[in-house]
């Protein structure tokens, strides 16, 4: 690589048309990507990993509204002192995913973990709707 390396974003169909409603006001670039999830599901609720590298916990936000649920991220990459940049094919990103939760998921007991870059999301059922035996009597 020489010195005269630049990073170059190519604009998508997107970028485009926010860029022309935006003419008037320079904004910095924003990538966002949708991160790869794996989604388990069983008796007692669902439980989804969803890949976020380089997230840091203060840079991640996943909430529930109206059975949906957001997860947005931002990832930081930091350069090395006395390095710089040569090629990066994505820098910073920001990560989003939604998801509609059942009505049979109490996301209100919810429980989240960050770790190795991977998000661990625990939604259970309602108790209501786990499923249960009944117990047939005779007589």
Do not use: Y
Not at 21 to 46: H, L, M, W, Y
């Amino acid at each position: 690589m020489s010195n005269t390396t630049e990073l170059v974003e190519r604009p998508t169909q997107q970028d485009a048309s926010v860029a022309a409603q935006n003419a008037t006001a320079p904004q910095p670039r924003r990538t966002t990507v949708a991160p790869a999830v794996d989604i388990f599901e069983d008796r007692n609720g669902v439980t989804l990993l969803v890949d976020l590298p380089g997230v840091p916990r203060d840079k991640l936000c996943v909430s529930v509204q109206d059975s949906t649920l957001s997860i947005e991220a931002e990832a930081v990459v930091p350069t090395p002192t006395g390095l710089r940049v040569q090629h990066a094919e994505l820098r910073d990103p920001h990560f989003a995913r939604t998801f509609a939760l059942g009505a049979d998921l109490d996301a209100s007991r919810s429980d989240a973990q960050l770790r190795d870059g991977v998000l661990k999301l625990t939604i259970p059922r309602r108790d209501e709707a786990k499923p249960r035996r009944i117990d047939v009597s005779i007589g």
